[in-house]
């Protein structure tokens, strides 16, 4: 199936953190090729305190023969790696935040993860970078395409291009 992957990060050196955290995701059993990768963006924080830094943004996506559960154990298991710890407090500053968005047409939602990413739709750190990969693509449960929610979006967050590749 076709998984798309936010990578987030807001502390250190934050490229080469997403740079990183592509090869480790791209290491990860059952991720295969095609993958695509977006271009990196640099983005308010969203939900966070006045201290916290700007992020860069970019949103991968790959071939997963797998469980979405063992996609979201894979990249919980690098976000620990960079020194995320698994208890948090909502929106802290990191250097690395992995999110899948979706795993190909699964609706999936329990006390783990929801799928598709509930406010994909709503943020434009996530829809710009996924509608440079897949700007025709139609989520479960939505009736627009990517660059129609992007281009709808009320969001006025600054999201500017940081990188164009990563």
Do not use: C, W
């Amino acid at each position: 199936m076709r998984a798309g992957v936010a990578l987030g990060s807001n502390l250190g050196d934050r490229l080469a953190q997403l740079r990183l955290a592509r090869e480790r995701v791209l290491g990860l059993p059952g991720v295969s090729t095609p993958v695509f990768g977006s271009r990196v963006y640099e983005t308010e924080p969203v939900g966070s305190g006045p201290d916290a830094g700007a992020y860069l943004n970019a949103v991968l996506e790959v071939e997963f023969d797998g469980q979405a559960i063992t996609l979201l154990d894979g990249l919980q298991r690098i976000e620990a790696e960079f020194g995320r710890p698994s208890k948090r407090p909502r929106n802290a500053p990191r250097t690395l935040d992995l999110d899948i968005l979706y795993a190909g047409n699964l609706v999936l939602s329990n006390d783990e993860f929801v799928i598709p990413h509930p406010r994909l739709h709503q943020r434009r750190f996530v829809l710009a970078p996924l509608a440079d990969i897949r700007p025709d693509l139609i989520l479960p449960g939505q009736h627009h395409t990517i660059a129609e929610l992007l281009a709808r979006l009320p969001d006025p967050a600054r999201v500017e291009i940081f990188a164009e590749t990563f």
